[in-house]
């Protein structure tokens, strides 16, 4: 969910991404890279980043001393909050941890009264407290100081392994990789309409290239790295598209995300990507779709079906799951949980939703080949041949901490001719403009 902004473009438009490089777990499985035909190191010793799977860890504690609270930003009625409710119930379910010990928080804003929940979580008794929101985290952080003896997770956030606290994580999937295959699924698309001729003046820019198009809630490294891995996942199919991308200021705006792709739509679009949590672009697809436009839409977190049955093609969605199964057998075993986690496809922690009636055919296929190429480590998203920034090459780019003191050799993060996302914090960092996309408020 929420994140500040962590990107700038610096000189040559290579940009600087925020990032938290501490230690609090163990590293990840890579170590020596190249990059521009040079030996890197990429500091992974001191990245804190763990990437594990639930079933690795044998339960050897109690359930039954379990107690945890959990604090959301909205309810079940948005799609992002109802994905990690489900996560955490399949997860607690699955341990033997009863309903009654886990304390709900609903509706809780990115304010003080996110602290106040969890203060009150504290004096229930809870000594596990999850929160789903990047703006969350300064409250769950400042909580995390005030009570050592309770661990704190903050969902999404990118400051535990700089905070120095114990009892203070982040977590986070690599949904990045559940975008691009998104991304296939509307390339595949854009191929067959551009095949049959489906598509009118209206939908090409002056270079004949496709429109499309996405409705971003905010100008935040987890945004641009979700909406540039969807991009190349519809260019790796499709070459010649432009993408346009419209920013709500809003993480759950159902006019405000109908508005913006009314707005794509007008501007000849045919695939409309989100990373907006409600149902409001897909409707407005699907009533575009039934006025006879040529729209499309791939939504997030969960399969917009029932709100476009003509117009959806899948959604990017993550499962909570892996991760709250881990975190809370760590608790009931009492080990100290990551400060950073992270996971993608090869964990089973993303994927995406059902096909709808009018994906291309052939889609599956592709889809089932794409999915396994990620796991397997031999497609990489952010291959940095298949992109460019201000028409260069991007052969460097760094991940930085806010006390600026950063050195470029070390902290690189493209190497093997790839940008390694969530490599030095479970967050997103990849902030990089490249061409192709245009932004707007």
């Not at 010793?45 to 107690?67: F, I, R, Y």
């Not at 704190?152 to 977590?171: E, H, I, Q, R, Y």
């Amino acid at each position: 969910m929420t994140k500040k902004l962590l990107a700038m473009l610096l000189v040559l438009a290579i940009a600087l991404c925020v990032a938290s490089c501490g230690k609090g777990g163990e590293a990840g499985d890579e170590s020596t890279t190249k990059a521009s035909g040079e030996e890197t190191e990429l500091p992974l010793a001191e990245s804190g980043v763990v990437s594990t799977v639930a079933a690795d860890l044998q339960l050897t504690g109690d359930p039954s001393k379990v107690k945890i609270g959990v604090i959301l930003l909205h309810d079940e009625n948005v799609g992002y909050d109802f994905a990690h409710m489900q996560g955490i119930k399949t997860a607690a379910k699955n341990l033997g941890i009863d309903d009654d010990h886990i304390i709900w928080k609903y509706n809780i804003g990115e304010d003080q009264a996110c602290e106040d929940a969890a203060i009150d979580l504290v004096e229930q008794g809870c000594k596990y407290i999850f929160s789903d929101s990047y703006g969350h985290q300064s409250y769950m952080q400042k909580a995390a100081t005030d009570h050592p003896d309770v661990h704190f997770v903050s969902m999404t956030g990118d400051t535990a392994a700089k905070s120095g606290l114990d009892n203070f994580s982040n977590a986070f999937t690599n949904v990045y990789e559940s975008r691009y295959v998104a991304g296939v699924v509307a390339g595949m698309k854009v191929a067959e309409l551009a095949e049959a001729n489906a598509l009118t003046d209206a939908n090409f820019d002056e270079n004949g290239n496709v429109r499309i198009g996405y409705v971003g809630a905010f100008p935040y490294a987890e945004v641009v790295s979700g909406y540039t891995a969807f991009y190349l996942g519809v260019k790796s199919v499709y070459e010649k598209v432009v993408m346009e991308v419209i920013y709500t200021s809003s993480w759950a705006d159902l006019t405000a995300e109908g508005t913006a792709a009314e707005s794509l739509i007008a501007d000849g679009c045919v695939i409309i990507g989100q990373h907006a949590d409600t149902t409001g672009a897909p409707s407005a697809i699907e009533a575009a779709y039934k006025s006879g436009k040529t729209v499309f839409s791939v939504g997030y977190n969960v399969s917009m079906l029932n709100a476009a049955p003509n117009a959806a093609l899948t959604s990017a969605s993550n499962n909570w799951g892996v991760y709250y199964e881990y975190a809370l057998k760590c608790a009931i075993n009492g080990d100290k949980i990551a400060t950073n986690w992270v996971a993608g496809y090869a964990k089973g922690a993303v994927a995406i939703t059902e096909l709808g009636k009018s994906c291309a055919a052939g889609t599956a296929e592709k889809v089932a080949e794409v999915e396994a190429a990620i796991s397997d480590g031999t497609l990489k998203v952010f291959d940095t041949s298949k992109f460019t920034v201000g028409g260069e090459k991007v052969v460097k780019a760094f991940a930085t901490d806010t006390d600026d003191d950063w050195t470029p050799d070390a902290d690189n993060v493209v190497a093997d001719g790839y940008f390694h996302e969530s490599y030095v914090q479970s967050a997103p960092c990849f902030g990089l403009r490249i061409d192709g996309i245009t932004e707007k408020a």
